[in-house]
């Protein structure tokens, strides 16, 4: 059973735009912390963005501030707008959710916390 599929990944020139979703199971969805990662070759899984059950207090990585922003709706859709992308915004990106909470805090990059994970989604950025 599938809990978290993410979708819309692509190659965009640097200064574009890419929209990220993900979709989650409904159990799941409704009350967890919902994140993104990414990870480029060779490099560690990195956090990218979180954000809690009913949109609360969306979080992240100093590198992406100002650019994107993640968002959720009422049924099970996780989004990440993804606006003036960079060569080093190339990697996988992945959606995940921490079911054990509906908060996401403080420790909201730590991958260790996330119980579901999605695929992955390429995001290629070029110069």
């Known amino acids: 059973q599938v809990q978290v599929a993410e979708f819309g990944g692509g190659s965009v020139q640097a200064g574009g735009s890419l929209r990220l979703s993900c979709a989650a199971s409904q159990f799941t969805y409704s009350h967890s912390c919902m994140g993104w990662f990414r990870q480029a070759p060779g490099k560690e899984r990195e956090g990218v963005a979180a954000i809690g059950a009913g949109g609360v207090t969306p979080l992240y990585a100093d590198s992406v501030k100002g650019r994107f922003t993640i968002s959720r709706d009422g049924k099970n859709t996780v989004y990440l707008q993804m606006n003036s992308l960079k060569p080093e915004d190339t990697g996988m990106y992945y959606c995940?959710?921490?079911?054990?909470?509906?908060?996401?805090?403080?420790?909201?990059?730590?991958?260790?916390?996330?119980?579901?994970w999605g695929q992955g989604t390429q995001v290629t950025v070029s110069s």
């Open positions: 995940a959710a921490d079911s054990s909470t509906y908060w996401c805090g403080g420790s909201w990059y730590s991958v260790a916390r996330y119980n579901y």
